[in-house]
Nanobody, 124 residues
């Protein structure tokens, strides 16, 4: 059973940076797509970025393109989300999710595995 553990959230001022981590346990990320979603209070969970582990292909939501970077570390079996130039509207709980396959789905339903979430708060 694949388990995901996020870390790296916190409180940061607008314009600052954070790096989120999503570590896998139980299985390796081989043959998985890993994505980051976020959910702000009162809003639906939205896609942020995704990466296909086997090829390294990435995809970003338009709202974070050029601001966030998703990457992977094969040796650590970990996916990162580097978030720069943070804005108050980036405040949300950030979740990593995994789905076996090659398609980076931009909605939550296909993802079978989810982490517990990590809070990111950006103050103005």
């Amino acid at each position: 059973q694949l388990q995901l553990v996020e870390s790296g959230g916190g409180l940061v001022q607008a314009g600052g940076s954070l790096r989120l981590s999503c570590a896998a346990s139980g299985r390796t990320f081989s043959n998985y797509v890993i994505a980051w979603f976020r959910q702000a209070p009162g809003k639906e969970r939205e896609f942020v970025a995704g990466i296909t582990w086997s090829t390294g292909s990435t995809y970003y939501a338009d709202s974070v393109k050029g601001q966030f970077t998703i990457s992977r570390d094969n040796a650590k079996n970990t996916v990162f989300l580097q978030m720069d130039s943070l804005k108050p509207e980036d405040t949300a709980v950030y979740y990593c999710a995994a789905d076996s396959g090659q398609i980076i789905w931009r909605f939550p339903k296909p993802y079978d595995y989810w982490g517990q979430g990590t809070q990111v708060t950006v103050s103005s």
